[in-house]
């Protein structure tokens, strides 16, 4: 992984959280695109989506990685320390069909 970045070591194996952002599904809104957190598992907005619940879920819990997870995109991300990096070996396989709200 990226020897600038130690939080990569902490990357886990999860099991998303949801079909879909899973805070947007609750309260009926759209997204544009998703992430994946890599230390829990849970699936939220992009921030180009209206209310950025990937980067809410950082803030809140303090979960350094995500995955670009839809599309499935191959990349990680250190919000920590602002760093991409390449999970194209590592990335998360979908558990079903994402609806598409774009």
Not at 39 to 60: E, I, K, L
Not at 62 to 91: K, M, N, S, T
């Amino acid at each position: 992984m990226d020897e600038a970045c130690p939080h990569t070591a902490g990357i886990r194996d999860v099991t998303p959280s949801a079909l879909g952002c899973e805070d947007c599904l609750k309260i009926g809104s759209v997204w544009l695109h998703l992430r994946l957190c890599r230390t829990c598992g849970q699936v939220g907005c992009c921030d180009d989506s209206p209310n950025r619940h990937a980067t809410a879920h950082f803030h809140a819990t303090g979960h350094p990685i995500i995955e670009g997870y839809d599309p499935p995109e191959g990349w990680g991300w250190c919000y920590v320390d602002e760093v991409a990096f390449d999970l194209a070996e590592r990335r998360t396989p979908q558990r079903g069909p994402i609806p598409r709200y774009y």
